[in-house]
């Protein structure tokens, strides 16, 4: 095939951040009407590769040709206007403004000097209607599900005209049902001729759209491939670069124990209307690990933050190990028992801008021995770190090297190895391996199944459904703020699972 | 009683409100970007000083204001140098604004006007004052609409500009969107650089109005830190209007009476230090009312009950 | 924040020279005498006892406010309201310094002392407690109580406390209260130790022992303080009250070591000149006195500057100001080392801080 056909070119990329080389010599093409993916582990370079396409990161090295002319200085705008549209991971909508606002910003219809609002509804309303996809033009974001919001991003990259599309992990927010009804969108796009960069780590997933798949690892090219002639197996090969077992299913070993957490009908508050929670009841018993699943942002981040006191319950009570914690501050709720790994590692669970040994002792620097007369013994702190680095592998093994530098999976590990070290009847765990690397996620399952077998009771909240459904012995359902669902982690399917995580089955209940 | 609270006070509240208003205008616009324009008081203070030099020195009032707006501008822009390019905490940057327009206005008044302290020499054109002859004849309008200076008219215009500007243009649309959420706005393709610079412009314009207005028009003569914490009290108004010009402008209206009122008291005896004192301590009462609002009113908002 | 140290040196010095080129070519351009000017400067600074006295005095107050504003910093306040702490903590210390007889020597300085401490940290707490309750910008709140505080201490020398002599001072303060004076004829005293006391002290709470460490844990980053457990608002609250007790203490010395009494607007914003001392070592506890004391010098030898160069002594406060505005300029030196070197630089720091949450 001659170049002529490649909507998208990329040569031999080179891209840096400081001293890490995130995109090593890569290549990636793009033919008309296909949908190609890109995968690859957290980290591989994939995002920002596809950022490069879009403007937002000058590479360094490398040619970028789109319609077979060559960019230079590429920007964001200037992608756009070359028909280059992105979904991103992190949707880029203002919660403050109207979806019809986010939907035209920057590229506004006008009537003299005001926005001509009219025309902009008339124009959107064409996408709504020839692609099925629901969205309301006059709620602001902060009104929506995750799901529409992600609609009106694509809306969003249609109306600024573009015809190469580029995903980055689409399905990550969506339900096993969501995503069919997504892929039928993606097929529909591509029958129009549109071009779709499909970025995900899912194998299935991959197997099912795509037309061609390229692969990349550590920053670095591997191979293109037409889907065809590949299977999930080789794939996985491709981007590990060994054979692994992510599968590190939950033991028996434990027969459960005492209740060691018990929330009764809680009530609180939420960053979005979905996400409100309002009436959850659940247990959870040492030696056992209870896993939340759910779409991300319904209310996950809520109920564990009141959990762990750092928001107000507004009703009901949490009470562990017998004793009732509600609104206990955190400092408190941590004495009586409780050891959290936060969702936001680098905003919550670290502190970024100090050490290694700093972070890790971080829970107990004020008492001794790490404190005497008021004065810290820094000596004690550095043996205390070493040994926690030595224990769970934390890299670089220099513990006065600050955390900003580390890697998602090193910089988890602290976080991980403090909360264990700190040894509380009840750990939650919220999204322990996002961003982390594949041996990383294998080492944290297995201390996390570990802290299991000395009969700790587990609280797992993750938006990977595929480790809910490995790691859990009990799921929890969660959708717009209640539970839809309490099911048998052995017994459940990951439709069933998926059903619950459309409030579906509520749904059926109540009409039954 | 009736000698505080007479027709008058209704002018009187505007007189000491317009001052205020453009300073706050002059941080509306840049809050509305997510700058907290901390050098407020400094674009003021800067323009001020230059408004009475050129006053002085042209005997043209038309250009003195127009030299007190290219002043804030060049302040505002030293301000946005630093911040955008060289990255610059923006309260610090404020801070040293602040604290160089001090300095060198300081220093102005010694070497151009040859005093230190105060300058009011009788050769400070001020800005003229609209007499409208009909209304001599009705007490109401008198008292109320006439005489009104030029700059006191076009504050409200102002008013209603800025409103119109962020909430009814593509640009204001922009300028919002950048102060919520920068990334959707530069994935919009929009240079979010270079309308941090235009609204960094725009807000040294409105320093400027608001210096020129308080040396020529509010009062013909300039002193050391003339300004008096008026761009801070700025800084308050435009919090207690949420970022609305609109609303910002009642903000003003608030401060600019509690003046009037306080400068009335006089009369009854209290020590001029307390009355002084006043306008401050109000207009932290209003700041904390306003914050203490907001903040209940998002936590009801995200309240499950 | 976090910069290396040695590149820290370099870019402090070169911020200096440019803006003493800025400073000289401003000069020029009015009409001075540039390199005259700052002999003199020089010369008035340090040449002397007087002159070195003198330099000494402006430092103590230069120095503890600006200790002040770099502790708050640490808690991620922004003190604009130090002046407003050392007028009260001045008052405070004048009237118990003459009204409180009872207490002998020692006790009486002590005891003036800490009045003045409670009264700055108190006054201090009102910000930070507005701050942390309902996020108002604790630097409107700074600067619009300074001026109440500042009206208030004018009233009390005008009416209630005053000295009746016509002047707006309150009585002398009793003889036991007196700094002793260093380096007579200046207005130097004793307060000069207790200042370097003071820098050891801090130096020590900041960098050394666990409250330090709290204060930097929620300076740099306030969620992770509070899911590990620390009551952030509480140590907010507590790092802006040392703050305003080092203001305190800063009025105290003025009074007790300079004046022997309060004096309506002595102070002549000298906390803004420790902000800004602060301010441009990126509050570094440790650089502090450093720059206090060139901040002193400068403000000391300004004054013969003006007497035997002509040049208005305000110019120095334009050149600090100056000073500041590009200290504050973090990347403005990375530019310089190379056009094209610095700009890649820049970008790469830009694109890591954005790329770091999605790649």
Known sequence: MSAENYVVEMVDIEKNFATVKAVDHSFFNLKKGEIHSLIGENGAGKSTMMKMLYGLYQPDAGVIKINGEEMRDLTPGKAIEKGIGMVHQEFMLVNELTVLENVILGFEPKKGVTIDFDEARKKIQTYIDDYHMEIQPDKRINQISVGEAQRVEIIKTLYRGANVLIMDEPTAVLTPQECVKFFEILQELRKDGKSIIFISHKLNEVMEISDRVSVM?????????????????????????????????SGNAVKPGEVVLKVDNLWTSGEKEISKIRGISFEVRAGETVGIAGVDGNGQSELIEAITGLRKVEKGTVTLSGKDITNFAPKKAREAGLSHIPEERNVRGLNRSMSIE???VALKFDLEPFTKHYTRNKKEVRKFAEDLIEKFDIRPKKADVITQSLSGGNAQKIVIAREVDAGGDLLIAAQPTRGVDIGAIESIRTTLENVKKDGKAILLVSADLDEVMDMSDRIVVMYEGKITGILNAKDATKEEVGLYMLGQAEQDRKES | MSKIFDLTLIYATI??????????LCCTITQQADILNIGTEGIMLTSSFVAVLTSV???????????AIVSGVVMALIMAVANIKYSANICAIGMAINMFALAIT?????????????????????????????????????????????????GIIMVIVMWFLLFRTAWGLRVRCVGRFPMAAETAGINVRRLKYQVMIISGVMGGLAGAHLTLGYSKMFAENITNGRGFMGIAAMNFGAQNPILVWGGTLIFGCIDSIGARLQSYGIPSQFILMLPYIFTITVLVLAMWRKTTSEARKKSAL | MEKEKSNRYVTLLLTLILSMVVGAIFMWLVGYHPLDAYVQLFKGAFIGKVNLGTTLQKFVPILLTGLGFAVAAKVDCFNAGIEGELYLGAMAAAWAGHYVTFLPGI????????????????????????????????????????????????????????????????PNITDDAVLPKILAPSQANFGLFIAIAIIFFIGWMIYKSAVGMKFQMVGLNKKNAEYLGINVKKVVIQGMMVSGALGGIAGAIEVMGAYGYFLDNFSLNIANDGMLASLIVWNDILLVPVMSLFVAALKAGALSMERFAGVPRSIVDTITAVFIIFATMETLFQVSKGRFAGWKQKKQGNSKSEGGKSI
């Open chain 2, 57 to 67: 020195l042209t005997g043209s009032w038309m250009i003195a204001i127009l030299m």
């Open chain 2, 15 to 24: 007189r000491s409100a317009t001052p205020i208003l453009f300073a706050a």
């Open chain 2, 106 to 154: 300081k220093f102005g008044i010694k070497r151009f006007l040859g005093t230190s302290g105060t300058y009011s020499g009788p050769d400070i054109v001020g800005i003229p004052r609209i007499h409208v002859a009909a209304f001599d004849n009705n007490v109401f309008l008198n008292e109320v609409f006439n005489n009104w200076c030029i700059t006191e008219v076009l």
């Open chain 3, 107 to 170: 006790l009486h300085i002590l005891f003036c002392f800490l009045v003045a401490m409670v009264v700055g940290a108190l006054w201090a707490a009102i910000p930070a407690i507005l701050k942390v309750k309902w996020n108002v910008n604790e630097i409107c709140v700074c600067i619009l109580s300074t001026y109440v505080a500042k009206y208030f201490c004018s009233w009390l020398c005008n009416g209630p406390l005053t000295a009746g002599s016509g002047i707006p001072q309150t």
């Open chain 1, 217 to 249: 690892r550590a920053g670095k090219y591997i191979t293109t491939v037409d889907k065809k002639d590949t299977n999930p197996t080789d794939l996985a090969k491709l981007m590990v670069g060994r054979d692994v077992n992510l599968h590190i299913k």
């Open chain 1, 358 to 360: 700093d972070n890790l």
